[in-house]
């Protein structure tokens, strides 16, 4: 299989795994919404990242249609291409790589025109070293650094290796400004922009997954949800969670600057109503006891998985018989425009000195039944399986899918007195060499064109 077609499968089966587990994570996140037990809504939503980035479903396709045995690596009609698939493949992956790339300039523009408001910053100067004696309260290693900026009207993180805090320019109470520095450390210290940078770029590489935009908002709103339920029950908070939200109130309707979503900010409108009534009536004394967080986190990883796996054989059944139903269409048309004519003549490698010749090794112990594949890439060139011993009165079945689909290639096998027998073909190709003598033989593609074809395809003993 070409990396690209492996590319294109990894995504769309991540995608299809990220929805399943997102689905769960909701479910879990509303009851437990309902019970106030806060405390691990947040830190699930990183398994549901997981599920978007490793491919999980993938590798379960790969593993499972894997045919057992010493030929090599086979998986089926699994992820092999008719002329149908590839069109649609190439029309679904157009219009991904476009609406990446259109996401990806709009992503780039936004960062770009704040990092140039962000040049304008001034080291904000505390009148006591409050930061550092909270920073130590949160045993937090890395300095954090203040800056105050004219055009922001709300406290923010922004940063990579190095965080900043930066705050609008205007004069603070002590109340506020503990307040806030409590916030945002906090957000610092959970990691929790990190968390939301993952989930723009899984929305950037999965735009056209209509469950991206509410995953982002559940990043953005939960983790805010963190820090608050974070300060108010487990620092030294020296206020009441009244007075915390009321630094808040105080400066919300000035929140109105745009902000990209790579920032995080104390004071954003769009969430903040439902902050308030996820913590309202909040006991950290019934809270989830750590156990109870792990267990619930590994029942949400173990059924993710199994549904994972469940719908990843609906996909392979689904694809098998859109593979067969096509391939039917590519051989009646075969049959009704052009027979297979076999040809046979001496197979002189000095014919074919100018050719590239490609190695698709399979072991030569393959016996009834066994299955080797054949696959590759080449200009004029020709690929070539490992020899295979048949004995008399059997025959080697041979199917490829040749990529372009209109360039047209000669299948065949070699015999050990160097005699080729082969049929011309496109696309899909299909043949059955019928043996009259107990020998060697070696299937080949052969492409005597210059353009660059790829075959993927099989071959075994009937």
Known sequence: MRWSNEMFYILLLNSFAGAIVYGFWIIAKNGMAKKKKLKYVYPMLGIVEAFFIFPVMFVYLKVSTHVPGSHGSYYGALFLRTPFIYTVQCVIAGIWILGVIFNLGNYIKEYWKFKNILKKSFAYELPADVCSEISQELEMKRKVTLYQNYAVTSPIVVGWWNKKI??????YEERELVTILYHELVHIRQHILEMKKIGIFLKLIFWCNPMMNSLLRNIDEWGEIACDRYVCYETAYPYTVKEYYTVA??????????????????????????????????????????????ALSLVLCVLSTTTTFAAAEGFKAGYEKVFDDTKVMVEEKAVEYEEAVEYEESFDMEKYKDYEIVESRNTSNIRANDVGQIKGETGKGMIQASSIYVKKDQSINIVVSVTPSDKTVRVGIVDSN????FVYGKGTITHEFAISASDYYKPVVINDATSTISVNGSYYIN
């Open 166 to 171: 930066i705050f609008p320019v205007q004069d």
């Open 249 to 294: 109130v105080d400066g919300l309707e000035q929140s109105h600057i745009w902000m990209p979503q790579m920032v995080t900010g104390f004071k954003k409108k769009s969430n903040f109503k439902r902050r308030l009534l996820q913590m309202k009536n909040y006991r950290k004394e019934k809270e989830m006891k750590f156990v109870g967080g792990v």
């Open 418 to 421: 160097n005699k080729i027998r």
